[in-house]
DNA sequence: GTCAACTTTGACACGGCTGTCAAGGACAGG
DNA sequence: CCTGTCCTTGACAGCCGTGTCAAAGTTGAC
């Protein structure tokens, strides 16, 4: 039962992030992140550290991954339909699969109180959202309602609002009215 | 030191809010309860129960005191005026005061997973906020570029937004920005 | 085969939180 | 004054979480 090291860094991550995003930082214990994992507490803290380390790691691959997939959503010619398409990903990353919940608001909302680290580290993953909605605004140009910078900050604002909706009614369908909603007030089809 | 009680309820409620509001209802504990208040840990298990309980309280309490301020603000005849004025409210609740964040937003991002029963009270708030702004909407008329259900949806999501900005950044005026931005995308001045 | 390096595992000490309780003090009504 | 009722206070048992460590086992290199 030892050697070399067992268990697949990978899969812990993964199990660690679904925890995270479920419970947040705070009320995720090295305890929660064994058992979900199948690896001995005591292995974790050989091979992390502590909390922190994990959460660090685990919060990177998440930011890496998510600011990829919203990169190519908003890459798309069409500027609305990139739009739509980004807000679509957000639902399915906070409605779909096992584990509802959005990690990064769940994250802010602890505040500073929590863990300022971890504060940072979300802060970081918004603001590279932030440019990235503010360079496909500004390649939409009048096609948007409002300037670059200002309609970049009010989409990240409106999708942490989505996943604070999503923990209180937990409907997927209604966040897609929103969304609907928003986009229409953003990119208004023009009567030409 | 015993006989009739000897602390005030109100003040209890009072330093309870600003504990939920900072660190959400997980991570308040009866003792952190007990040193705001200044009144004994066995005192408020005596008074109120256990924590559910004093949250109850606390929060019917603060409900009906943004209920009210909310309607207030959107009384006034011009409802773009209106729509600010509740958004500046809501921002000087969460910035406002020794204690910063949003009480609703903070105990909404706990989800279902930390106690059903703060996630159903947070959830009778934000309907009964709801409520309110589509009865304004509905007073605006054609000035409000959505269908009165779409746009008291939209802003309540937009509100939770703005919390989740203010957990990240700390910067009331940036979330004033934000608002403006808003408030012009609803309430578009007609080029008449 | 031997050895060094590494991992796993269970145990430990420590501290925080919960909910309960008994002892004791204070007040009001009779 | 007396008595019942209520409040306060400190203490307790039980559970959970952290971070550390020594013992023991496994692996790969020489």
Do not use: W
């Amino acid at each position: 039962m030892a050697g070399r090291r067992q268990f697949d860094e990978e899969a812990v991550l993964g199990a660690a992030e679904g925890l995270f995003r479920a419970q947040g930082y705070g009320a995720t214990s090295m305890l929660d992140l064994a058992r979900a994992s199948g690896v001995q507490r005591g292995s974790l803290y050989h091979a992390f550290g502590d909390k922190e380390q994990v959460f660090l790691r685990t919060f990177a691959r998440y930011r890496e991954r998510f600011l990829a997939a919203a990169a190519e959503a908003l890459a798309d010619p069409d500027p609305r339909r990139g739009l739509a398409a980004f807000l679509e990903i957000a639902i399915a990353n906070m409605t779909a699969g096992p584990v509802r919940g959005c990690l990064s608001t769940r994250l802010a909302s602890e505040g500073t109180q929590g863990n300022a680290r971890v504060c940072d580290e979300v802060r970081v993953l918004l603001d590279g959202l932030e440019r990235l909605l503010e360079e496909a605004a500004t390649r939409a140009g009048a096609a948007c309602a409002l300037p670059p910078g200002e309609a970049a900050r009010l989409v990240v604002t409106f999708t942490r609002g989505l996943a604070v909706m999503e923990r209180v009614h937990g409907d997927a369908e209604r966040l897609r009215e929103s969304v609907a909603s928003f986009v229409a007030l953003l990119f208004p089809r023009r009567p030409s």
